[in-house]
Antibody, heavy 120, light 108 residues
Framework: QVQLVQSGAEVKKPGASVKVSCETS????????IHWVRQAPGQGLEWMGK????????TYAQKFQGRVTMTRDTSTSTVYMELRSLRSEDTAVYYC?????????????WGQGTMVTVSS | EIVLTQSPGTLSLSPGERATLSCRAS???????LAWYQQKPGQAPRLLIY???GRATGIPDRFSGSESGTDFTLTIRRLEPKDFAVYYC?????????FGQGTKLEIK
């Protein structure tokens, strides 16, 4: 079945970087865009950006420009999201989610989420 | 950036009743690229509705979506205990793909 499986929880100090992985299975990797969405404790959902696994092109939300990098490894059907210069406000659950590449599409499958805690 | 405003913030209803959740966009959303998601505590969001009124795979027909200009509505008929959760609308027509702030549907 289609699955997005994310890496485990992370605890980081302010100023550090975190890299979260999203391993996909059950479908053709290059036919779905992968998005990253985060949710601070008790808050709503915030879209961070997306990557097209076919060519590796990315689009980032302006808020994260310069601080986030999304990459993919086609050999393992895995997408990565790296966030740098972490601050306490980055404490959140980070989700990956997919949408069909060929058309504008909603996010039909989500990963289980990765808790990232930023604390000194 | 398209801002989505959901109302009410909290909706208190009883099982068996009908829920009506609203989502208003700050500007027109191209081709009705509006989705609704359900999120329960400790879980990832689950897609319910896409393209304003299309039901996602496996979603019962008690859930329906509609639109009128920049106003979108999620209706849940005959509420069941498992329906009580937080609901988010999202537009995916133009980047950044924004979400509403959510409506919490709680048991009265």
């Amino acid at each position: 079945q289609v699955q997005l499986v994310q890496s485990g929880a992370e605890v980081k100090k302010p100023g550090a970087s975190v890299k979260v992985s999203c391993e996909t299975s059950g479908y053709t990797f290059t036919t779905y865009v992968i998005h990253w969405v985060r949710q601070a404790p008790g808050q709503g959902l915030e879209w961070m950006g997306k990557i097209n696994p076919s060519g590796g092109s990315t689009t980032y939300a302006q808020k994260f420009q310069g601080r986030v990098t999304m990459t993919r490894d086609t050999s393992t059907s895995t997408v990565y999201m790296e966030l740098r210069s972490l601050r306490s406000e980055d404490t959140a659950v980070y989700y990956c989610a997919r949408s069909f590449l060929a058309v504008h599409d909603a996010f039909d499958i989500w990963g289980q989420g990765t808790m990232v805690t930023v604390s000194s | 950036e398209i801002v989505l405003t959901q109302s009410p913030g909290t909706l208190s209803l009883s099982p068996g009743e009908r829920a009506t959740l609203s989502c208003r966009a700050s500007q027109s959303i191209s081709s009705s690229y509006l989705a609704w998601y359900q999120q329960k505590p400790g879980q990832a969001p689950r897609l319910l509705i896409y393209a304003a009124s299309g039901r996602a795979t496996g979603i019962p027909d008690r859930f329906s979506g509609s639109e009128s200009g920049t106003d979108f509505t999620l209706t849940i008929r005959r509420l069941e205990p498992k329906d009580f959760a937080v609901y988010y609308c999202q537009q995916y027509g133009s980047s950044p793909y924004t979400f509403g702030q959510g409506t919490k549907l709680e048991i009265k």
